[in-house]
């Protein structure tokens, strides 16, 4: 995946080996490293009030996503991805 953009739709296989769809909600840069907030395509199209689930990875020099490793890091990514909500309201 060397480029990924707001609308990208990719599957992952979680730990019980079913295939999960993910969009891409927005993309960040957070202390030189490019992060990307996903959320699950069947609670995105449901329509409904309730919150959405949404994770970060971290997109890999080697055009990988990765899962956030620390409390630390995700705390920054978090912060940063809700102080860009804020703005955009």
């Known amino acids: 995946m060397d480029k990924v953009e707001v609308g990208d739709i990719f599957i992952v296989t979680d730990e019980n080996d079913q295939e999960q769809e993910l969009e891409v909600l927005g993309t960040m840069k957070v202390e030189g ?6 959320g699950f395509v069947e609670e995105i199209e449901k329509e409904t009030t309730g919150d959405v689930d949404i994770f970060f990875l971290k997109l890999e020099e080697d055009g990988e996503l ?24």
């Open 33 to 38: 490293s490019v992060y990307v907030a996903v």
């Open 66 to 89: 990765s899962e956030i490793e620390t409390d630390e890091e995700f705390d920054k990514v978090s912060a940063a991805f809700e102080g860009m909500v804020e703005e955009e309201q």
